[in-house]
């Protein structure tokens, strides 16, 4: 089946620092990919629609300013944490869709110290 | 509105045994699809199966088994003589015709005691 890959799957940063997130897909190009936040034993949140070329699509509450998302790429969309604050700790993943079918990546545990 | 609930939170079993988590959903299109997925502890979203509105016929696969109803809106998943190694959270996700945006249920931990 289709690959999606999450890189890094856990890192820790210090407040005030931003980190970025990458997610690619492996065998197969996607024009839209989708953002996920999951909070410790919560479900999973829908962040952002990316979309190649175009600017994210955000949802309600999300602030842009602050999770800033580029698709530069038919295989790479990246998540940028910017000035993180220990609020901001939590499961982040990414998926690309082929057709109705969703492929996600493993996730990256972000902890903000 | 579309929604996916899964009322149960957490549930524990004794090996062996048989376990059923719910899944209701709302939503008013009539063209949807209904997903089941398996997060271990690691994180990672494991796919078990995927289902749309047209197609009711129940599905089995080894010891899972789904059953779907559209007259209740539920999208119920079994699981014959649990295992210890299908303890994980389990979600019900949902997605409408148009968007590939993913709805997800809150999700029911199941614990699988040896």
């Known amino acids: 089946g289709a690959v999606v890959s999450q890189h890094p799957s856990r890192v820790i940063c210090k407040s005030g620092t931003s980190v970025k997130i990458e997610c690619r897909s492996l065998?197969?190009?996607?024009?839209?990919m989708f953002w996920y936040r999951q909070f410790p034993k919560q479900s999973l949140m829908l962040m952002a629609t990316?979309?190649?070329?175009?600017?994210?699509?955000?949802e309600q509450g999300v602030e842009k300013d602050k999770f800033l998302i580029n698709h530069a790429s038919l295989t790479l969309s990246t998540l940028t944490v910017t000035s993180a604050h220990p609020e901001d700790s939590s499961f982040y993943i990414c998926?690309?869709?082929?057709?109705?079918?969703?492929?996600f990546g493993q996730g990256t545990r972000l902890t903000v110290v | 509105a579309q929604k996916v609930t899964q009322a149960q939170t957490e549930i524990s079993v004794v090996e062996k045994e048989d376990v059923t988590l719910d899944c209701v959903y709302e939503t008013r299109d009539t063209t949807y699809y209904l997903f089941w997925y398996k997060q271990p502890p690691s994180g990672e979203l494991v796919f078990l199966i995927r289902?749309?509105?047209?197609?009711?016929q129940n599905e089995i696969s080894g010891r899972y088994s789904w059953n779907f109803q559209k007259s209740t809106s539920s999208f119920n998943f079994t699981i014959t003589a649990s295992q210890v190694v299908d303890s994980a959270v389990y979600f019900c996700a949902l997605i409408f015709s148009g968007t590939y945006k993913y709805i997800f249920g809150t999700g029911t931990r199941l614990k699988v005691l040896a």
């Open positions: 998926s690309a869709s082929i057709g109705t079918e969703a492929f």
């Open positions: 065998d197969f190009q996607a024009t839209t």
């Open positions: 990316s979309n190649e070329g175009s600017k994210a699509t955000y």
């Open positions: 289902r749309n509105s047209f197609d009711e």
